[in-house]
């Protein structure tokens, strides 16, 4: 296969180099690709030694305004003009198309009209990845090597993807980015690596948990061989229930299968929790409670992808109610949070089929604590989403703090 070079790329800035993907974006309704796009499309794919491009992947998405059958022919038309700009440029890699459908942006913040558009512009896209054999980038100058580092202690997470339900093996570039980054970890610093473990429901669940656990295995030997001081850790998270399917349209339900086929790298900087009950947590309000205190609710763990208090939930707020009303200068954020989701910050709430779990959870506290008579200026509340989880253990995340703003 060959590229064909254009002239303009010697106008393009040299930071499009060593990109691992590339976004092109449409505004509402339109479906062409401008020739400027077109150029940036053809150098981006430039960048990569021909003789080593295995596949091109097509992540398609659109925004959550109008019609959804509409959307969704938008989204079509989208590709095949992106496919034409690639048979038109001999560009003869093989195409996969993954359509991700709506991006919601439903999050209970009040955007600006203009603000707003800026937000939808960018979710009117589809983003251009290039997988490659031996997963070197290079600018017809010289190689760019991947230098791995994926664990950071601020970013401690990267997931890793199966394409099919059977796959039970790592492809060649997550393979060789998993190896570098492990060679780099600080083993000073990093006391192990949990390996959290999923996969979607086939309906033969027995082959789904024997497949997660060949890739597991296969996971945890490629760390330890190429890291043997560091512990790993599996924790089989089983089925991902495609209930809220209902929430996506029908040609989209197989890329969200895909993203459930993963496992998902944590490296712990210190001791992995496993148990809340080790955390010494602050489960009461008190004369002592100042600002920025975090009050964490004993029985305050959710079912799976419900936000409906359960009855020990609700008796251990009924006790907060009263601290409250005793403590009545404290003022409170009442904050939902959720475990295991990818690549985002927020999960679907089963009730609702919307992403807005952690929020739901938030408010289904807030709401309990009015209507037993705390008053409602001194509360507010908010989702995070899985941005600040306790431990690897899911069950310490699917929880409510209670943080004191002021006092």
């Given at each position: ?54 596949s091109i992947t097509l992540n398609v998405y659109n925004d959550d ?326 431990g690897f253990d899911e069950e310490l995340n699917k929880r409510i ?7």
């Amino acid at each position: 296969m060959k590229i064909k070079l254009l002239m303009l790329v010697i106008l393009i800035n040299t930071s499009i180099y060593a990109q691992k993907y590339h976004s092109v974006f449409f505004s509402n309704g339109n479906t062409k690709i401008s020739n400027d796009n077109s150029t940036q499309i053809v150098n981006y794919l430039n960048q990569f030694d021909p003789k080593n491009l295995k596949s091109i992947t097509l992540n398609v998405y659109n925004d959550d305004t109008g019609n959804d059958k509409i959307n969704a022919i938008l989204s079509q038309k989208r590709v095949t003009g992106l496919k034409l700009i690639f048979k038109k440029n001999k560009i003869t890699t093989p195409i996969i198309v993954n359509y991700q459908g709506v991006v919601d942006i439903t999050n209970n913040h009040k955007y600006s009209s203009t603000e707003l558009e800026d937000i939808r512009n960018k979710n009117r896209r589809i983003d251009v990845h290039v997988a490659t054999t031996n997963y070197v980038i290079t600018d017809n100058k010289k190689n760019i090597k991947n230098e791995g580092a994926l664990f950071t202690e601020k970013e401690n997470k990267h997931a890793v993807f199966y394409g099919s339900a059977s796959n039970t093996v790592l492809n060649f570039p997550d393979r060789q980015e998993i190896i570098t980054s492990i060679k780099k970890i600080d083993t000073e610093k990093v006391k192990s690596i949990s390996l959290n473990v999923y996969n979607d429901d086939s309906g033969n669940y027995e082959n789904d948990n024997l497949i997660s656990k060949k890739r597991a295995e296969e996971l945890k030997n490629i760390i330890n061989t190429n890291s043997p001081n560091i512990d790993v850790h599996i924790n089989y998270r089983g089925n991902f229930k495609t209930e809220i399917k209902k929430a996506y349209l029908d040609q989209h339900v197989e890329y969200l299968k895909n993203k459930n086929r993963r496992i998902e790298l944590v490296a712990n900087y210190g001791d992995p929790v496993t148990d809340i009950s080790s955390l010494n947590l602050v489960h009461t309000f008190s004369q002592e409670s100042r600002a920025g205190d975090r009050i964490h609710l004993k029985h305050g763990v959710f079912t799976d992808n419900k936000s409906i208090l359960t009855k020990e939930m609700a008796n251990e707020l009924d006790r907060v109610v009263m601290q409250l009303n005793k403590y009545s200068k404290l003022h409170v954020e009442i904050q939902g949070h959720i475990c295991c989701t990818n690549g985002g910050h927020e999960a679907i709430d089963k009730d609702t089929g919307k992403l807005e779990l952690s929020i739901n959870r938030a408010k289904v506290v807030y709401s309990y604590l009015i209507k037993k008579g705390v008053d409602a200026k001194r509360l507010r509340f908010k989702g995070y989403g899985n941005q600040k989880p306790l431990g690897f253990d899911e069950e310490l995340n699917k929880r409510i703090e209670l943080y004191i703003l002021r006092s």
